[in-house]
């Protein structure tokens, strides 16, 4: 039985291994989300969900001692300032009442080149694609008008219509880089 063996070691060395997990920890804090291969999605989630605890602890110790401890303790780690900051400011009062399961890990199938397994790793209180968007313009207009519903052809109309659009701005940039030469050469004769 094998004791006291935890994590994985992704085929590196110690040095790279720490240097990796904390590139990638950087990374997800600063774009919230991360595509990489699955086993370094959930070991960057081991790594990741203890830098979140200690950063949440310092929103709750205020700006006393314990605070600045844990934020040097997560710099260890980090060794980017910039991200620590995010972290401190912006992603600790995001989660304070959230009790751990700050990431999510989603698998995505497999890579062409070599057939690894892909996921995409992102912290919870960020998904952008699930949350609904609301804009004030959008508030304004259905306050005054009652819903109405959306059929398929209606779907259909618009999405043609959208694509249509796109074409045409295609074909006016296309037609806009073709004359340019041209009036290049006249100038010149």
Request: glycine share 4%; no cysteine.
């Amino acid at each position: 039985m094998i004791h006291r063996r935890k994590g994985r070691k992704l085929k590196r060395t110690a040095t790279h291994r720490k240097a990796l997990l904390s590139n990638l920890s950087v990374s997800l804090i600063k774009h919230k989300k991360l595509k990489t291969t699955l086993a370094k999605a959930k070991e960057l989630r081991v790594y990741i969900e203890p830098i979140i605890t200690k950063s949440r602890k310092a929103l709750n110790a205020d700006k006393t001692e314990a605070g600045v401890h844990l934020r040097r303790e997560v710099n260890k780690f980090l060794q980017d300032k910039g991200a620590v900051t995010m972290l401190f400011n912006e992603i600790a009062p995001k989660v304070a009442n959230r009790n751990g399961g700050y990431t999510r890990v989603l698998k995505m199938g497999r890579r062409l080149g070599d057939g690894a397994e892909l996921a995409l790793i992102e912290l919870v209180d960020y998904n952008m694609e699930q949350a609904p968007e609301k804009t004030e313009t959008a508030d304004k207009e259905t306050k005054g008008k009652p819903k109405a519903k959306t059929t398929k052809t209606a779907a259909k109309t618009t999405k043609s219509t959208k694509t249509a659009k796109t074409k045409k701005t295609a074909a006016a940039e296309e037609t806009k880089k073709t004359t340019k030469p041209r009036k290049k050469k006249e100038a010149a004769e």
